[in-house]
């Protein structure tokens, strides 16, 4: 059933709104997905706090050009899916490679990060860097490491003593 103009123009301003939004963007060629395989990538890209949604070239041409960049629908000539994220500039990229793996579907376009077009090479590239959390987790450990150290070398001070102690009230009894 064709949407009508008013169903479209929301559909343009979701898409205009979810770019605004987003820190990456990703565009992929569905075509050969099957629904349930669609499903299980939603699903894991939404696990973080992102999107997936199936937008029509035209439409999507539009709310790209109001946002500052173009989408070129007339090179894409594939139906087209895109990933919006929100949370994390690595992590939709990472769900993204990750299920390309696992089922060789869906086929990466490109993208936008910070305003600048990037390749498929870069997406996968993108993929590849430690996420937020990953290096968050790295830097506590990192400060923490030389921290447990200290502990560890004035408790061994204080075992000494304790040992010696215990020698001396030995060698009294």
């Not at 109001?66 to 500039?89: H, L, M, R, W």
């Amino acid at each position: 059933m064709a949407k009508t103009k008013d169903q479209k123009v929301k559909i343009i301003k979701n898409a205009e709104k979810a770019i605004s939004d987003s820190k990456i963007v990703i565009f992929t060629d569905y075509s050969k997905m099957t629904v349930s395989e669609m499903r299980e990538l939603r699903d894991k890209v939404e696990q973080e706090k992102n999107e997936y949604k199936v937008i029509k070239n035209a439409l999507l041409d539009l709310a790209a050009k109001s946002q500052g960049f173009e989408f070129k629908t007339k090179e894409t000539k594939k139906p087209v899916a895109v990933i919006f994220g929100y949370s994390d500039e690595v992590m939709p990229a990472k769900a993204l490679v990750e299920f390309i793996k696992e089922t060789e579907k869906p086929e990466i376009i490109g993208g936008y990060y910070q305003g600048e077009y990037i390749t498929k090479e870069q997406v996968e590239a993108l993929s590849k860097i430690p996420s937020r959390n990953e290096l968050e987790a790295k830097l506590v450990g990192t400060i923490a490491g030389p921290v447990s150290g200290m502990v560890n070398v004035l408790s061994a001070n204080l075992r000494g003593l304790v040992s010696v102690l215990n020698q001396y009230q030995g060698k009294k009894s």
